[in-house]
């Protein structure tokens, strides 16, 4: 397979990592309707002022689980765009996959260590793409 296709392939896993971040919202996991609402009641009770603006501890969990979602978008775009650099510039594109294949394989650590089964398997999914697009351009 060449390094193109790879590219291209990479940047659906990482839409469909983020799509299926997005869609784990509220992202607390497999609780009942009743556990959900006391949890969040109870981190919405907690508030901090932080640079002068009062936020909840649910304001930072939503507010960064959307953050991510959106990079999730952003790096998806730019990894597309990245596989029609290919035949002007090999030497760019190795650099930034091996880029990208560091994070995602920094990115899979994490997730063995705090998360589970759905970002471990998309992680290691992209990470082998990088790895494969690293490995196969001559430059």
């Given at each position: 397979m060449n390094a193109s296709v790879l590219l291209r392939i990479?940047?659906?896993?990482?839409?469909?990592?983020?799509?299926?971040?997005?869609?784990?919202?509220?992202?607390?996991?497999?609780?009942?309707?009743?556990?959900?609402?006391?949890?969040?009641?109870?981190?919405?009770?907690?508030?901090?002022?932080?640079?002068?603006?009062?936020?909840?501890?649910?304001?930072?969990?939503?507010?960064?689980?959307?953050?991510?979602?959106?990079?999730?978008?952003?790096?998806?775009?730019?990894?597309?765009r990245l596989a029609s650099l290919l035949g002007a510039q090999p030497a760019v594109v190795k650099s930034f996959s091996g880029l990208f294949a560091v994070q995602y394989l920094a990115t899979l650590v994490l997730d063995c260590y705090f998360f589970f089964w759905a970002p471990i398997i998309s992680a290691a999914l992209v990470a082998a793409c990088f790895l494969a697009v690293c490995l196969s351009i001559k430059a």
């Open positions: 990479a940047a659906v896993f990482i839409l469909l990592f983020g799509v299926g971040h997005s869609l784990g919202y509220p992202w607390v996991g497999n609780i009942t309707e009743a556990q959900q609402s006391a949890l969040m009641n109870a981190i919405q009770a907690n508030t901090a002022v932080t640079m002068g603006f009062t936020r909840s501890y649910a304001d930072f969990h939503v507010g960064f689980g959307w953050f991510i979602s959106i990079f999730f978008l952003v790096q998806a775009i730019v990894v597309w």
